[in-house]
């Protein structure tokens, strides 16, 4: 069983920073693609970044490219979400999940298996 515990979300203020920690349970951490969503009141669960199971290879949405880095530390099973420069449009509620496929980075939600309860975000302006 699988089990994800986001951390590090919060209330800030437009154009502050915020590091999201995602905890995993289970002994095969380093074997998972994984990724953060976001969702916002009304709109789709959307995709944010990803990374492969070394993290030698990451993938963001262009509205986050150049303010967010996604990392992860294999040996403390940990992801993290790295946000610089937050924008209103930023406030979400953010969700790690590990993917079913070993080799890219989905960005369907759909391809995603397991999934944390969430952290959310919330930007004043």
């Known amino acids: 069983q699988v089990q994800l515990v986001e951390s590090g979300g919060g209330l800030v203020q437009a154009g502050d920073s915020l590091r999201l920690s995602c905890t995993a349970s289970?002994?095969?951490?380093?074997?998972?693609?994984m990724a953060w969503f976001r969702q916002a009141p009304g709109k789709e669960r959307e995709f944010v970044a990803g990374?492969?199971?070394?993290?030698?290879?990451?993938s963001y949405v262009d509205s986050v490219k150049g303010r967010c880095t996604i990392s992860r530390d294999n040996a403390k099973n940990t992801l993290y979400l790295q946000m610089n420069s937050l924008k209103p449009e930023d406030a979400a509620v953010y969700y790690c999940?590990?993917?079913?496929?070993?080799?890219?980075?989905?960005?369907?939600?759909?391809?995603?298996?397991?999934w944390g309860q969430g952290t959310q975000v919330t930007i004043s302006s």
């Open positions: 990374i492969t199971r070394s993290g030698g290879g990451v």
């Open positions: 999940a590990v993917s079913g496929t070993n080799f890219y980075i989905p960005r369907s939600r759909y391809d995603y298996t397991y």
């Open positions: 289970g002994r095969t951490f380093s074997s998972w693609v």
